[in-house]
């Protein structure tokens, strides 16, 4: 990707891509993608957790092991995919989602489709694929790569329409000044204003949202919460809306970076009175002093 392109404008454009060109994935781009893994090593986010992605290339769906991989039909013609691998538990998850977005996004970036999947694929063929997973470890989340095959991009479409896709929610839904009782309006947000609406724009599982923020009076604190969907994702053994939290301080911080906006995530619970239940704090971003 070139190193001048905006990250701002990559994620303003980027969309999930379900179906795919047949045509292979270019060697130069193919090998970005690898440097790009060897480079990151662990991939760990803000809270250091350890999690490691590895890429398998795959013809019709089937790797050259002979394993057809499952997706249930939503993917059409992938090259091949990115398949996450960490611990299951809330910072594991949230720290591994940041790092693994992050490299979609650079995917995308150099003209590479790609489309977060966390329930509708088949874990066990993919496990089948993979040798590197250990005890404590699973696969919480894969993508396919390809080029996006423009001129048949009805199933897409389609799908975007069923999970609403393109309907994200309003600024005074998700954004708080000072406390939960008082809607974030943008223009009130300061210099805050485009990270948290590049923050607003990821994706997220059914586009949910889960995303809650409130903002401390000076712009310098901005506190991160999750409005849990009750039962979302309980079939699956873990908590799927926990990787939307990493996409969404993924999104939040590479804005702040491309602006200058120097801060860091911090555990720091400010206890603040919730909503309801439903509510709970992950992480706060503070402006470096």
């Keep these: 990707m070139n190193d001048n392109r905006s990250m701002i404008e990559v994620m303003r454009n980027r969309k999930s891509i ?17 440097e790009y893994i060897q480079k990151a090593g ?46 299951k538990n809330k910072y594991s998850l949230v720290d591994f989602a940041y790092s693994f977005h992050k490299l979609t996004l650079f995917a995308t970036g150099i003209g590479l489709g790609t489309c977060w999947m966390g329930g509708t694929f088949s874990r066990n063929s993919f496990e089948q694929e993979l040798s590197s997973i250990k005890d404590g470890e699973f696969i919480p989340c894969i993508t396919p790569i390809g080029y996006p095959n423009e001129k048949e991009r009805i199933f897409d479409k389609a799908v975007r329409v ?23 309006r943008e223009e009130n947000a300061g210099p805050l204003a485009i990270p948290i609406e590049m923050l607003r724009l990821g994706p997220s599982a059914s586009n949910k949202q889960p995303w809650r923020l409130v903002v401390s009076p000076d712009r310098k604190t901005s506190h991160l919460y999750i409005e849990h969907t009750p039962n979302y994702s309980s079939s699956l053994g873990y908590d799927m809306q926990l990787l939307d939290m990493g996409i969404a301080m993924c999104q939040f911080d590479m804005a702040c970076k491309e602006l200058s906006l120097e801060g860091k995530w911090i555990v720091e619970d400010p206890e603040m009175d919730l909503p309801n239940s439903n509510y709970e704090y992950i992480a706060s971003w503070q402006i470096n002093s």
């Design 42 to 87: 662990s991939f760990s986010g803000p809270f250091n957790r350890q999690g490691k992605v590895a890429l398998v290339q795959v013809n019709n769906n089937v790797t050259d092991k002979g394993i057809k991989l499952g997706t249930y039909g939503f993917i059409k013609n992938p090259r091949a995919y990115l398949v996450g691998i960490t611990e």
């Design 162 to 184: 069923v999970v609403k896709a393109d309907n994200k929610k309003a600024w005074e839904k998700l954004f708080f000044d000072a406390a939960f009782d008082k809607p974030l």
């Design 18 to 34: 379900r179906t795919y060109k047949t045509e292979n994935i270019s060697d130069g781009d193919y090998q970005a993608i690898i």
